[in-house]
């Protein structure tokens, strides 16, 4: 139940930092280290997920 939780979460921020690089989605202005930093951490979170 745990794994779904973060494999969710994690996803949901990668997906996040994607939309905070693109400048023609303007939801918000947001540094690009930060989007970033959201990208990197969500694929972490996912590669946790997705172990054994």
Same mark, same amino acid.
């Given at each position: 139940? @745990? ?7 994690? $996803?949901?921020?990668? /997906?996040? =930092?994607?939309? #905070?690089?693109?400048?023609? !989605?303007? @939801? ?7 989007? $970033?930093?959201?990208? /990197?951490? =969500?694929?972490? #979170?996912?590669l946790?997920? !997705?172990?054994?």
């Amino acid at each position: 139940m @745990m794994k779904w939780y973060l494999l969710g979460l994690s $996803a949901v921020t990668a /997906i996040m =930092g994607v939309m #905070g690089l693109v400048p023609s !989605l303007d @939801m918000g202005a947001e540094p690009g280290w930060h989007a $970033a930093l959201k990208i /990197i951490l =969500g694929a972490i #979170g996912v590669l946790i997920a !997705l172990r054994r």
